[in-house]
């Protein structure tokens, strides 16, 4: 498995994300609001190259796995324009899941609440990714791809792809996109995602496709009469990319391996709701 591959994809988008951020930084300013600040590019910026360098770390000391994987692939697929449909198709709905999961197992919220605790929503969002996904396990979402029998290569090419799309729809000054917006994820449905409203938490799961959250009951349209509230329901009140990164698990370990705790409510802090976890000072561990 080449681990070049996912950072030239991402290179190769750079020019296109620096442009869109301009752009949007243009259109915010002219509206008269504030939604860039130094200190959140810079979190988030550190939190991208964290991301990044964790991400080919994994890659190089899951290489052997992968390839080992492999060679249990139920077929010899080979390329072809419907076959390269079909990675993108499958690769996206399994990364519903793992979306889905992330917020529904502690274990993996840990790693993706630093991509949902900031409080403001532009492109730079985006970037906001977590090192410890390759701990948290996020890879194990893509081994079907491979044991279906799609090179390893190319499952990586894929979900560079995937997370490049979804740069696009970071932002508030996009809004709704006609037909568009019954197949595809878009703004208006990721703005939905990052609230933190009643009505909209844990909804939108999708990352190209929004046809599974349709599929699977999570889909909520944006309305108009709501005005959105980004970020988690404890704010993390920091810009240092390592408390933005760490204190879930920071909270989720403390918990887990509190002394006294019985070994099921253990086994709760760890892989079950993040709600259980939140609410642990009321319940008395």
């Not at 910026?45 to 890659?59: N, V």
């Not at 290569?153 to 740069?167: H, S």
């Not at 809004?175 to 009643?198: C, D």
């Not at 046809?211 to 920091?238: A, H």
Request: hydrophobic letters at 50%; aromatic letters at 18%.
């Amino acid at each position: 498995m080449d681990t070049g591959w996912e950072s030239l994809t991402l290179l190769f988008l750079s020019p296109i994300f620096l442009l869109c951020m301009i752009f949007e930084f243009r259109i915010l300013k002219k509206q008269g609001e504030k939604d860039y600040s130094l200190k959140e590019l810079f979190c988030n910026f550190s939190l991208a190259g964290l991301h990044q360098g964790a991400d080919i770390i994994a890659t190089l000391l899951l290489m052997p796995f992968f390839l080992w994987l492999f060679q249990f692939r139920l077929f010899d697929i080979t390329l072809t324009p419907f076959t390269l449909f079909a990675v993108f198709i499958l690769q996206d709905f399994f990364y519903y899941w793992f979306h889905r999961a992330s917020h529904h197992v502690h274990w993996l919220w840990a790693s993706h609440i630093a991509h949902h605790s900031s409080e403001r929503m532009n492109f730079t969002t985006a970037f906001r990714q977590s090192l410890t996904y390759p701990i948290s396990g996020m890879w194990l979402f893509w081994t079907p791809l491979v044991l279906i029998g799609f090179p390893p290569k190319l499952v990586i090419l894929v979900v560079a792809l995937n997370l490049g799309f979804q740069f696009f729809v970071h932002t508030r000054v996009v809004g709704k996109l006609g037909w568009i917006e019954k197949v595809f994820n878009t703004p208006s449905h990721h703005r939905v995602h990052h609230a933190r409203n009643p009505e909209y938490i844990d909804h939108n799961f999708a990352g190209v496709l929004i046809i599974w959250d349709k599929m699977f009951g999570t889909f909520v349209e944006e309305r108009q009469d709501i005005n959105i509230d980004y970020g988690i329901p404890k704010p993390i009140n920091s810009w240092n990319p390592f408390v933005a990164t760490f204190h879930q698990w920071k909270t989720m370990l403390t918990l887990a391996l509190s002394p006294g705790v019985p070994f099921k409510r253990r086994i709760a802090y760890l892989f079950g709701a993040p709600k259980i976890a939140d609410n642990a000072e009321f319940e008395g561990k």
